[in-house]
DNA sequence: CTATAAACTGACTAATCAGTCAGTAATGTA
DNA sequence: TACATTACTGACTGATTAGTCAGTTTATAG
């Protein structure tokens, strides 16, 4: 039955997000995951391997919900939106994800290896963002800072939203950061 | 001797950013200190305390840092240019700080009382922001979210400098990041 | 129905750690 | 000098925790 194991991991997903790192046991996790102890041993070696795949599936799913529906024949433009608006989405219906990618994404408890494996996912969004590099309407501008500014971008208007929950217009929000961002790297 | 108190938070910062929080005993911090354990909570009455004080005591650095230098009869457009450097190279000078406020910043870690008295000391980005947007220049868009972005483009700017140290010019790319940031924020 | 294997259990343990406190050193005072 | 106050020490402890393992249940096969 591997059901225990994605019952072990949403448990420990939502204990870490509502207490924290360190104040969760396995104990805790076990018990919150309907599982003794020893269960969770037999799926994870340790805490720390818990964790390190918590955390790499987590992005993975991510990265997987935002080439959903890209459209390979569109503008640059176009695909960049429609990745946009995936991603804010899926950020806004998976909170306790998004917050956990959030918390150890830059801390030494996520292992350097697995930082690496999870970003390779996100080749397809690089491939994008190079092509638009190439064109003529985008500003010049390293491609690794593109990279870094269109994720801080994004990072900040989920962050938002997620603060003014019901009080703003989703969709309109994601759509006027979209569109600073594009004016900001348009050449014109 | 207010000098250990300081010790023990250098030493705290720096085991933190470098073996995480769970891995960082109070015995370890003291010993890094150069004090005994029971110094440390002469100084800080739990350990929780002592992450708390370093999170508000270092994002008040920061605070203090930006706002440096700032000429309030300058142009706002060029104030908040000003504090975008000063941010940047705040945060390129103090890698290990600048990590640990992004580790913990929106963790559970951090009391939340914790984080709105740090959050007041930004209260003059928060102002100079609100007169931009009335000024004619700037686009149509809520105040909290442009603050967001303000920020967020802030964060990848230097998160992307740090990756890549050395290898790329620094003012050019503060001075690019900051470009993209406020064209995009441009009425026209 | 029986035998074998695989999945699971939870009481247990060795180790670790936050925090204490009785005692010592340093500093100030008269 | 003696006395008082404050700063500091580090061995110690009660509590907690990651991880184990001998035994039990469940699934599979002949």
Same mark, same amino acid.
Not at 154 to 177: E, M
């Given at each position: 039955?591997?059901?225990?194991? =994605?019952?072990? /991991?949403?448990?420990?997903? =939502?204990? &870490?997000?509502?207490?924290?790192?360190?104040?969760?046991?396995?104990?805790?996790?076990?018990?919150?995951?309907?599982?003794?102890?020893?269960?969770? &041993?037999?799926?994870?070696?340790?805490?720390?391997?818990?964790?390190?795949?918590?955390?790499?599936?987590?992005?993975?799913?991510?990265?997987?919900?935002?080439?959903?529906?890209?459209?390979?024949?569109?503008?640059?433009?176009?695909?960049?939106?429609?990745?946009?608006?995936?991603?804010?989405?899926?950020?806004?219906?998976?909170?306790?994800?998004?917050?956990?990618?959030?918390? &150890?994404?830059?801390?030494?408890?996520?292992?350097?290896?697995?930082?690496?494996?999870?970003?390779? !996912?996100?080749?397809?969004? =690089?491939?994008?963002?190079?092509?638009?590099?190439? !064109?003529?309407?985008?500003?010049?501008?390293?491609?690794?800072? &593109? /990279?870094?500014?269109?994720?801080?971008?994004?990072?900040?208007?989920?962050?938002?939203?997620?603060?003014?929950?019901?009080?703003?217009?989703?969709?309109?929000?994601?759509?006027?950061?979209?569109?600073?961002?594009?004016?900001?790297?348009?050449?014109?």
């Amino acid at each position: 039955m591997t059901d225990k194991r =994605q019952r072990i /991991l949403a448990a420990a997903l =939502q204990l &870490f997000c509502q207490n924290g790192f360190q104040n969760t046991s396995t104990a805790a996790i076990s018990k919150q995951a309907g599982v003794a102890t020893g269960t969770l &041993f037999l799926y994870f070696k340790s805490k720390d391997e818990l964790i390190n795949s918590l955390y790499k599936e987590t992005k993975n799913a991510f990265a997987g919900y935002v080439q959903q529906g890209i459209n390979a024949e569109a503008t640059v433009k176009t695909q960049l939106l429609q990745s946009w608006r995936n991603a804010a989405n899926w950020a806004l219906e998976h909170v306790n994800h998004f917050r956990f990618l959030a918390m &150890f994404g830059n801390s030494p408890f996520i292992a350097s290896l697995t930082k690496e494996e999870a970003a390779n !996912e996100f080749i397809f969004l =690089q491939d994008l963002i190079a092509k638009a590099v190439t !064109e003529e309407w985008v500003t010049t501008i390293d491609l690794d800072l &593109f /990279l870094a500014l269109f994720s801080g971008q994004l990072h900040a208007t989920v962050s938002y939203l997620n603060q003014h929950a019901g009080r703003v217009d989703k969709d309109s929000a994601i759509q006027q950061a979209f569109d600073v961002f594009i004016k900001g790297i348009s050449r014109h």
